[in-house]
Each structure stands twice: as C-alpha cells, then as structure tokens.
C-alpha cells in the first residue's frame, strides 16, 4: 500500500492535485488574491497615512457622512469591535470624528473632518487608479464575470 507522501507524488506527476492540498481550496486562492490587493493598494494609501481596510470605511463615509455606527459596520461587512478599532485609528490621523446621534443619545454617528473632506478626492482617484491596474490585465468579460461570482459569495446567506 502506497504512503500518503507516495500518493501525493505520483499525483503531482499527473498534474492533479492532493485531496489535501491546501492550495485546491477557495478560502486558499481568494486569501492570496486578497493579499495581493492589500499589498498593491498598501505603499499608496500609507502616503495619504490610510490602510486598505481603512479605505472601505473612509469610502463609506463619502458615500454617507454622517452614518451611525451599526449602520457603516453593516455597509463595509465589519464587525462592530474591528470598526471601533478602525475608526479609533482614523480619528487619531484627523480623517473622521465621531458625534452624538441627536435622535438616540446611546448611538454616534461618524462623519468626514475637514482633513477627510479635503483630502478625499484624491484619496478616491487613487482607489480608482489602482482598481484600474487590477482591471486592465484581464479581459472585459472576464472581470464582468469575476464581479458576478464575487457579488454572489458575498451576499450569500451565512
């Protein structure tokens, strides 16, 4: 009887992979394209003192200055304890405040500083800039496609 390591060889020589190969799974291969988008928009939104997971929210606030806290967590799929973190971050750096929500004393709401509302476009033509880069190696149908199976995982129920 062949040993694992045996199989695994032989399928390798095959060119299939190993039912245990890592590499084979989805969580494997979207973990490195995300770690390749992260590292593509990383060195350019640190000049603007922003990381990507900042972005998100930093664009969510564009989109909705003013927005109450469940509300963007909802918007950025983030759970409450990571945006604090995140949001605690951007208001030491002088991008977002937060305020009381007039309407329920227990709630905030966040909004744009002056710095965020300044420095926005700038920050959002980069964004753009680099979704460019990404889009530009592939085919047209190929990311309308790309888009689709990534809307569709994502709105997917848990």
């Known amino acids: 009887m062949p040993t694992d390591k ?7 020589q095959q060119g299939l992979q190993p039912k245990n190969d890592a590499t084979r799974h989805l969580c494997f291969k979207l973990g490195k394209v995300v770690r390749r988008v992260y590292n593509l928009y990383h060195q350019p939104l640190a000049v ?3 990381t990507p997971s900042q972005l998100f929210v930093f664009s969510a606030l564009w989109m909705e200055d003013g927005i109450n806290f469940s509300d963007l967590a909802n918007r950025v799929a983030i759970d409450v304890s990571t945006l604090t973190g995140i949001i605690d971050r951007m208001e030491k750096v002088g991008f977002v405040e937060r305020r009381p929500d007039p309407k329920d004393r227990r709630a905030v709401r966040l909004f744009l500083t002056e710095k965020g509302l300044d ?3 700038a920050i959002l033509k980069l964004a753009d800039d680099l979704d460019s880069v990404m889009r530009r190696q592939f085919p047209k149908a190929d990311m309308e ?7 569709a995982l994502g709105e997917a129920e848990d």
């Open 145 to 151: 496609t790309f888009e689709r199976v990534l809307r």
């Open 6 to 12: 045996q199989v695994q060889e032989r399928a390798r």
């Open 48 to 50: 603007f003192g922003l």
């Open 119 to 121: 420095t926005g476009p």
